[in-house]
């Protein structure tokens, strides 16, 4: 196993920047002619030609490399009727469009083979974008931000645990604790080797760090535009899996896989850009956050209940957010302050001068990485520009820790607190004129269809009778 992972680091160390285009391109070339030329020069045999379902789940279609020029011209079909969320049966045939832009490399490699690969948006048989396909969602929302002025930049916290398997149980991969020196040779080994490759992937990873909890770490990706950052995350992911398995963990973004230890998040850092300039700097307020800004963050804060079964997908999500455990279950906004579901990261004085507070941001703290993050994106970059195309005024900031304060105050100051179960997210996206505005009625009838299928699921597993707890205190 371990030769296997120097092999790859020997790879990385010797094709670093290799996702590059490193020919020039011609004035007169194709798109399609320009990325047939890039795979050759890589030497691909093999291209994953990837999209995802509508719950955020990776799928793909691995074609040889000759058949891929058919594939850019032509499309490619599949059985939508077979994807979660897709179509019935009796209209099954949809079709896929290579993103050519989406072009990466793969770090895996056997007998000398290499693959590449490209993320697609999935069509209809007349051609249109297909209604329920999330990534086609999020480029549209993009679109609606674009014609208002401003261009949608975000990065990503994603957090994860390793666990080992022992027998029937799962524990943690090490006693590590938040930012620690590494001391566990196979955990460094592990993080470094992942790091390689997701430079390789071309995905911009900043740095890797262990978290608060055993076995726990985080990969932050850089700043981007929202649909890269997408499909960043969903590679991200991929590799966290692969590297976990080829290298004898079990990863997992379960957002409360330990009962009393830390969840795990997906932090969201998010600005918008408008004549060059960041949209969310005003150096004369509090923060350095313009007008903009704020009203961008009560249209968030006002939405958030209704669609919050986008950024807290899955029944496990309500468990990482409760007290206690750093999980910001209140909607409110805060300088600084980590209990706020909103946030605004420290910026310096010098910093915001000498770089014209390009570095002035929010921070989303409680999505999990569970979601998909198309829809999440959509609903982040959606609710925020209504909030700046209806003046919402701007919401007080919190700067106090809200696990401190009673919920008679929490109410007196007007703060909300997140949906409590998956149910309630569910009862409240269906009701909301606002979610179907935002997903269309199809995507959004689909949506609810599978999530109240796995709430049905769990409770089937899970019935909630009366327990002999109840019936100690109560007899």
Same mark, same amino acid.
């Given at each position: 196993?371990?030769?296997?992972?120097?092999?790859?680091?020997?790879?990385?160390?010797?094709?670093?920047?290799?996702?590059?285009?490193?020919?020039?391109?011609?004035?007169?070339?194709?798109?399609?002619?320009?990325?047939?030329?890039?795979?050759?020069?890589?030497?691909?045999?093999?291209?994953?030609?990837?999209?995802?379902?509508?719950?955020?789940?990776?799928?793909?279609?691995?074609?040889?490399?000759?058949?891929?020029?058919?594939?850019?011209?032509?499309?490619?079909?599949?059985?939508?009727?077979?994807?979660?969320?897709?179509?019935?049966?009796?209209?099954?045939?949809?079709?896929?469009?290579?993103?050519?832009?989406?072009?990466?490399?793969?770090?895996?490699?056997?007998?000398?083979?290499?693959?590449?690969? /490209?993320?697609?948006?999935?069509?209809?048989?007349?051609?249109?974008?297909?209604?329920?396909?999330?990534?086609?969602? #999020?480029?549209?929302? +993009?679109?609606?931000?674009?014609?208002?002025?401003?261009?949608?930049?975000?990065?990503?916290? =994603? @957090?994860?645990?390793?666990?080992?398997?022992?027998?029937?149980? $799962?524990?943690?991969?090490?006693?590590?604790?938040?930012?620690?020196?590494?001391?566990?040779?196979?955990?460094?080994?592990?993080?470094?080797?992942?790091? $390689?490759?997701?430079?390789?992937?071309?995905?911009?990873? @900043?740095? =890797?760090?262990?978290?608060?909890?055993?076995?726990?770490?985080?990969?932050?990706?850089?700043?981007?535009?929202? *649909?890269?950052?997408?499909?960043?995350?969903? *590679?991200?992911?991929?590799? =966290?899996?692969?590297?976990?398995?080829?290298?004898?963990?079990?990863?997992?973004?379960?957002?409360?896989?330990?009962?009393?230890?830390?969840?795990?998040?997906?932090?969201?850092?998010?600005?918008?850009?408008?004549?060059?300039?960041?949209?969310?700097?005003?150096?004369?307020?509090?923060? $350095?956050?313009?007008?903009?800004?704020?009203?961008? +963050?009560?249209?968030? #804060?006002?939405?958030?209940?209704?669609?919050?079964?986008?950024?807290?997908?899955?029944?496990?999500?309500?468990?990482?957010?409760?007290?206690?455990?750093?999980?910001?279950?209140?909607?409110?906004?805060?300088?600084? %302050?980590?209990?706020?579901?909103?946030?605004?990261? @420290?910026?310096?004085?010098?910093?915001?001068?000498?770089?014209?507070?390009?570095?002035?941001?929010?921070?989303?703290?409680?999505?999990?990485?569970?979601?998909?993050?198309?829809?999440?994106?959509?609903? #982040? /970059?959606?609710?925020? +520009?209504?909030?700046? =195309?209806?003046?919402?005024?701007?919401?007080?900031?919190?700067?106090? %820790?809200?696990?401190?304060?009673?919920?008679?105050? +929490?109410?007196?100051?007007?703060?909300?607190?997140?949906?409590?179960?998956?149910?309630?997210?569910?009862?409240?996206?269906?009701?909301?004129? /606002?979610?179907?505005?935002?997903?269309?009625?199809?995507?959004?009838?689909? $949506?609810?269809?599978?999530?109240?299928?796995?709430?049905?699921?769990?409770?089937?597993?899970?019935?909630?009778?009366?327990?002999?707890?109840?019936?100690?205190?109560?007899?």
């Amino acid at each position: 196993m371990k030769r296997s992972i120097f092999s790859l680091l020997l790879l990385l160390s010797c094709s670093y920047g290799a996702n590059a285009d490193e020919l020039p391109p011609q004035s007169q070339e194709s798109s399609i002619d320009r990325t047939l030329r890039n795979v050759r020069s890589h030497g691909v045999q093999f291209v994953n030609v990837t999209w995802s379902d509508i719950l955020g789940k990776m799928k793909e279609i691995t074609i040889p490399v000759h058949k891929l020029e058919s594939a850019l011209k032509n499309d490619m079909f599949f059985d939508g009727s077979s994807i979660t969320g897709f179509t019935e049966i009796f209209e099954s045939d949809l079709r896929l469009k290579i993103d050519t832009d989406s072009f990466s490399l793969s770090p895996w490699r056997s007998e000398g083979t290499s693959s590449s690969r /490209f993320f697609c948006d999935v069509f209809d048989t007349n051609g249109k974008p297909y209604k329920n396909d999330p990534r086609s969602l #999020l480029k549209k929302v +993009i679109a609606e931000a674009a014609e208002n002025g401003y261009e949608c930049l975000c990065g990503a916290e =994603i @957090e994860f645990f390793l666990f080992k398997k022992e027998g029937d149980k $799962y524990l943690p991969a090490d006693s590590g604790v938040y930012c620690g020196a590494e001391e566990d040779a196979e955990m460094k080994f592990f993080k470094e080797a992942l790091l $390689y490759a997701l430079v390789y992937l071309g995905v911009s990873p @900043e740095k =890797i760090h262990h978290e608060v909890a055993g076995g726990q770490l985080e990969v932050v990706l850089e700043c981007c535009d929202p *649909l890269t950052l997408a499909d960043r995350i969903q *590679l991200t992911k991929l590799a =966290i899996k692969m590297f976990a398995r080829q290298h004898g963990f079990i990863a997992t973004f379960m957002p409360k896989p330990v009962e009393g230890e830390n969840g795990t998040g997906m932090h969201i850092h998010a600005s918008l850009k408008q004549d060059g300039n960041n949209a969310f700097f005003d150096g004369t307020k509090e923060c $350095y956050l313009s007008d903009t800004a704020r009203s961008f +963050i009560t249209g968030i #804060l006002k939405h958030i209940p209704e669609i919050n079964v986008l950024f807290n997908a899955e029944v496990n999500s309500s468990k990482r957010l409760i007290p206690g455990y750093e999980a910001p279950i209140f909607l409110c906004c805060g300088d600084k %302050n980590r209990s706020a579901a909103i946030r605004i990261p @420290e910026v310096t004085r010098e910093n915001a001068e000498e770089h014209n507070g390009s570095a002035v941001r929010i921070e989303l703290r409680w999505p999990d990485p569970e979601c998909n993050p198309y829809l999440a994106l959509a609903g #982040l /970059f959606k609710t925020g +520009i209504e909030g700046i =195309i209806n003046q919402e005024a701007a919401t007080p900031f919190v700067n106090k %820790n809200l696990y401190h304060v009673s919920l008679e105050e +929490i109410k007196t100051r007007g703060i909300t607190i997140l949906p409590q179960s998956l149910k309630e997210s569910l009862d409240l996206f269906e009701a909301s004129n /606002f979610a179907k505005k935002l997903l269309g009625e199809s995507l959004h009838a689909s $949506y609810l269809k599978e999530k109240r299928k796995e709430w049905k699921e769990y409770l089937d597993e899970n019935p909630q009778g009366i327990t002999q707890w109840e019936l100690t205190r109560g007899l």
